[in-house]
């Protein structure tokens, strides 16, 4: 069976990575291990790790999908090859790692969480296993596949049943999300920031959706200098804390919260 264009990017990450320690294991004969190295090899060893937990049907079926281990659960995603929002990128992958291995310090049990961008909805999928009201949003022509992704994930597996709503960013928000009733705990995006010429409106869209004790949870691959200048234009409006980072994927994780200016 051949692999689709996410095991194939992953797959070349990995051997990236393993190239990489190899060098390093010949370079430590003659250089002691400093912090850099240490955290190069934390960094190879969760992208390991991560990836040992992706799979491929060994049978070919009608529908065709790719599987996850997490949470305790077989997740089975269906993609669309024809639309990048309907893929499974890394950025996901390392957001939904982080919320299974650090469930005491971000409990999702109860919360009101909302994923902007969720694609395939494989993020989603598991802050529901893990006990999360949870709302996916993504423009109209991916909900489709999404809300067939989280319907076969998650029936009669969660506390509570996941929603499946249309977001387009900066689009009727006041109406589709009014302030006074989105009370959210927490907002996930993984891969939102890209060349797209709607990073404004993806602005507007994380400021409309946090309270002051609202919690985002970012995860963003470094591409092009406009990202960097989209991250310079979020923290005018946000706290933002880098929490980990992958330097073989160019992928940073970050945690926001919405600048008090009153006791500024």
């Known amino acids: 069976m051949g692999f689709n264009m996410r095991e194939i990017y992953w797959r070349k990450c990995l051997w990236r990575v393993k190239e990489e320690g190899a060098e390093e294991g010949r ?24 990836m040992q937990r992706c799979f ?67 993020v989603s999928i598991v802050a529901s296993l893990l006990g999360a009201h949870v709302t996916a949003t993504d423009l109209p022509e991916l909900l489709g596949n999404l809300q067939y ?63 002051e004790t609202t919690v985002i949870l970012w995860v963003m691959k470094f591409r092009l200098e406009k990202e960097n200048k989209f991250v310079d234009r979020f923290k005018e409006l946000f706290n933002l804390e880098e929490i980990s980072s992958f330097p073989s994927l160019n992928i940073k994780l970050y945690k926001a919260m919405k600048k008090n200016w009153r006791s500024a």
């Open 27 to 50: 370079e430590s004969l003659r250089i002691t291990a400093g912090p850099e190295n240490r955290e190069a090899d934390d960094d190879r060893k969760v992208v390991a790790e991560i």
């Open 56 to 122: 491929v049907p060994t049978l070919v079926t009608a529908i065709s999908w790719e599987g996850f281990h997490f949470v305790g659960h077989e997740i089975r995603i269906t993609e669309a090859m024809d639309c990048y929002g309907a893929v499974v990128w890394p950025s996901a992958l390392v957001l939904y790692y982080f919320l299974e291995t650090n469930v005491k310090q971000y409990n999702m049990v109860d919360k009101n969480v909302i994923e902007i961008g969720a694609g395939t909805g494989l």
């Open 149 to 211: 992704n989280i319907s076969q994930n998650t029936k009669m597996k969660c506390k509570h049943l996941p929603q499946v709503k249309e977001l387009s960013w900066g689009v009727a928000l006041d109406k589709n999300f009014p302030k006074a009733s989105s009370n959210f705990d927490y907002i996930l995006a993984a891969d939102v920031v890209y060349a797209h010429p709607f990073l404004e409106e993806l602005l507007i869209t994380f400021d409309h959706l946090c309270k």
